[in-house]
């Protein structure tokens, strides 16, 4: 059973430009998590999805922010004109119906630094 | 707006040691908790769930629950070195759907 995926592992860019993320959760997980982490914060919640449908974003979400999950399999997150402060570690999480009271398991994160 | 507090410490421990990790949190409808591990550039890993009030033991870990007090925390038995991380806690509500909120993490320092 592999683990949740993510990719790439690392990033650097330019402010401005645009980056993007990819999740593949675990292969059995129909629900999905993106959340951010900056140094000595615990995880914030981006957004959740079950299947292919978006149910729910975070405030924190701002316009520049854009995630999708096509077919409900992967899911890619877009940061647009990317600023400093998008500097995080942005993790991916999976959960089943299945699993007790909806555990989420994370990925490795990405590691996002905009210079 | 849903809060989740924890210590930052560091705290330290000797190894052998019982460490004490504590979490409150403010959204009195929390249905699930749970205590994640997280070494230094990694990603959480989950160590234990815990839903109902009292206490759960898993290996040398366990999760207490006081939902009376909105307090949960977790003991590690035994502590070794390699114990040593940031811990957080998460909480998850009884509203919306399946997000977590996640306190600031404790460090724990287990010295030889």
């Known amino acids: 059973d592999t683990g949740v995926s993510q990719d790439p592992r690392h990033k650097i860019t330019k402010r401005g430009q645009n980056v993007t993320f990819r999740c593949d959760p675990i292969s059995e997980h129909n629900r999905l998590y993106w959340y951010r982490q900056t140094l000595g914060q615990g995880p914030e919640f981006l957004t959740y999805?079950?299947?292919?449908?978006?149910?729910?974003k975070s405030r924190l979400l701002s316009d520049r922010f854009s995630a999708e999950r096509p077919k409900g399999s992967f899911s890619t997150l877009e940061i647009q004109r990317t600023e400093q402060g998008d500097s995080a570690m942005y993790l991916c999480a999976s959960s089943s119906p299945g699993t007790t009271q909806g555990t989420q398991y994370f990925g490795p994160g990405t590691r996002l630094l905009v210079l | 707006q849903k809060e989740v507090e924890q210590n930052s410490g560091p705290l330290s421990v000797p190894e052998g040691a019982i460490a004490s990790l504590n979490c409150t949190y403010s959204?009195?409808?929390?249905?699930?908790f749970f205590w994640y591990r997280q070494y230094s550039g990694k990603s959480p890993e989950l160590i234990m769930s815990i839903y109902s009030n009292g206490d759960k033991e898993d290996g040398r870990f366990t999760a207490q629950l006081n939902k009376a007090s909105q307090y949960v925390s977790l003991l590690i038995r035994d502590s070794q070195p390699s114990d040593s991380a940031t811990y957080l806690c998460a909480v998850k509500g009884n509203s919306g759907y399946s997000t977590l909120t996640f306190g600031k993490g404790t460090m724990l320092l287990v010295s030889p």
């Open positions: 959204d009195r409808g929390s249905q699930s």
């Open positions: 999805f079950q299947n292919e449908a978006q149910l729910e």
